[in-house]
């Protein structure tokens, strides 16, 4: 299976984190979805971010040094839909400016909420209304 995926994230408080080259970032305690693809397949891309130990390499490896994964929701498609999602939950809830999104136009593909009922229904949400779950 592959396609695009949400990440449910947890950071139990505000802290600066050290994200790669671009330095440390403020991320408020709460609740963050990170939306990613697995064009690869979803076993091993959502593996590698559910291990502990590993070489960080992308944006979310340095939030998740810190956070807690609570929940995975998968997106089985043939194309990438993660900008797709990610334009529309940016319309919805905060954003951390940038976050993986170094390789397209996206302004974020990392979204806050203080609440996690509030996170976990504006992302169904938006996968329903996009025919995507």
Known sequence: MKGSYVLLVRLPEEQMIRVGGRGSVFFPGGHYAYVGSAMGGFSARVGRHLRESKKPRWHIDYLLQKAVVTGVILCEA????????????????????????????????????????????????????????
């Open 78 to 133: 043939e194309k990438r839909l993660e900008c797709t999602i990610a334009r529309v939950l940016k319309s919805r809830l905060d954003s951390i400016p940038g976050f993986g999104a170094s390789d397209c136009q996206c302004k974020s593909h990392l979204f806050f909420a203080t609440d996690a009922r509030v996170m976990e229904s504006t992302v169904m949400t938006t996968l329903d209304s996009l025919g995507v779950r």
